[in-house]
């Protein structure tokens, strides 16, 4: 470095989730969608957990965008949002595709029945 620049000081990312024990349970994954509940933060969340709230308060972003709007890992962030769901600050929600999504009858929507048609044909191709 030369000696106008300043130097920054490197931390082990894990030091943003105030814990370096990871052991919660998987319910957020990267396409889950959260937004936060509305409710104030205790005392022992974190820089970064008050940053998460913050950025979903107004909307949904997944882990993933999150990570993208703050410059952190995606794995720090899972590990922020499992903490913020298990306090009962953040809800989180998986979103259905259309074409996952039943029809009105209850049964499968025909974009999914001709996408399991296709890959069975081209299946019998092979």
């Given at each position: 470095m030369s000696r106008?620049?300043?130097?920054?000081?490197l931390l082990p990312a894990y030091l943003a989730t105030g814990s370096s024990d990871a052991s919660l349970p998987g319910t957020v994954d990267t396409l889950?969608?959260?937004?936060?509940?509305?409710?104030?933060l205790a005392s022992y969340h974190t820089t970064?957990?008050?940053r998460v709230v913050a950025i979903v308060t107004d909307g949904s972003l997944t882990p993933v965008e999150i990570a993208g709007y703050l410059g952190l890992p995606v794995s720090v962030c899972?590990?922020?949002?499992?903490?913020?769901?298990?306090?009962?600050l953040l809800q989180a929600s998986v979103p259905t595709p259309d074409a996952l999504a039943p029809s009105r009858a209850g049964a499968p929507s025909k974009e999914l029945m001709e996408e399991v048609l296709s890959g069975l044909q081209s299946l019998l191709a092979a």
């Amino acid at each position: 470095m030369s000696r106008g620049q300043e130097q920054r000081r490197l931390l082990p990312a894990y030091l943003a989730t105030g814990s370096s024990d990871a052991s919660l349970p998987g319910t957020v994954d990267t396409l889950t969608a959260l937004r936060a509940k509305g409710l104030p933060l205790a005392s022992y969340h974190t820089t970064a957990h008050q940053r998460v709230v913050a950025i979903v308060t107004d909307g949904s972003l997944t882990p993933v965008e999150i990570a993208g709007y703050l410059g952190l890992p995606v794995s720090v962030c899972l590990v922020l949002a499992e903490q913020l769901v298990s306090d009962g600050l953040l809800q989180a929600s998986v979103p259905t595709p259309d074409a996952l999504a039943p029809s009105r009858a209850g049964a499968p929507s025909k974009e999914l029945m001709e996408e399991v048609l296709s890959g069975l044909q081209s299946l019998l191709a092979a």
